[in-house]
């Protein structure tokens, strides 16, 4: 299943699982917050992004990505506020 991970370069936080998503809900988060494409790797903290924003990074295992998706892990820029809301409302 699609994970999500919340990162915060400031505190030296290399990410912390904010949630587990069905390939459905996936979706709907990423239409509200789009996703960059990474790599296969988890994205790495280096000393040099210790001032940097913010961010969430979402891991497709290979074998649960949806059609028309690469495997792996995508960065999403948007404020975790407004993302975490968007996790809320899923479970409405």
Known sequence: ???L???QPHAKN???LRAVL???ECERVVSQ???TYVG???PKL???QAAANDFAVLNLPPNEAPAGWRPGYYRLDS?????NESLLALSR
């Open 40 to 42: 296969e790797q988890f």
């Open 22 to 24: 069905s390939v459905n």
């Open 1 to 3: 299943m699609p994970t």
């Open 79 to 83: 404020d975790l506020t407004k993302l």
């Open 33 to 35: 917050h789009p996703a």
């Open 46 to 48: 280096g000393s040099e």
């Open 14 to 16: 290399q990410g912390i």
């Open 5 to 7: 991970y919340f990162c």
